[in-house]
Nanobody
Framework: QLQLVESGGGLVQPGGSLRLSCAAS????????IGWFRQAPGKEREGVSY????????YYADSVKGRFTISRDNAKNTVYLQMNSLKPEDTAVYYC?????????WGQGTQVTVSS
């Protein structure tokens, strides 16, 4: 069974950068479409970015477009989320999600806090 572990979160000042990693074990990610989601306190989980397994096409929420970049390294079985120009409103727990019909898997999340 696929297992996902996120890492790379932390405390960063506004304008700073972080790179989140989503490392998979138990199966290869090649055939999975991967999404990054986030959930801030008191808010619903929202989709941030997505990369397709079929053609590596990507999607970004308007709130992060131009600042975040999703990428995948199939050789390392890992998906990344490069986050630049971070804002306080980016503060949330970030989760990666892997989908391949009929299954869906989530990681445990990593905390990102943007504060001065």
């Amino acid at each position: 069974q696929l297992q996902l572990v996120e890492s790379g979160g932390g405390l960063v000042q506004p304008g700073g950068s972080l790179r989140l990693s989503c490392a998979a074990s138990g199966s290869t990610l090649d055939d999975y479409s991967i999404g990054w989601f986030r959930q801030a306190p008191g808010k619903e989980r929202e989709g941030v970015s997505y990369i397709s397994s079929a053609d590596a096409s990507t999607y970004y929420a308007d709130s992060v477009k131009g600042r975040f970049t999703i990428s995948r390294d199939n050789a390392k079985n890992t998906v990344y989320l490069q986050m630049n120009s971070l804002k306080p409103e980016d503060t949330a727990v970030y989760y990666c999600n892997a989908r391949k019909s009929p299954g869906e898997y989530w990681g445990q999340g990593t905390q990102v806090t943007v504060s001065s």
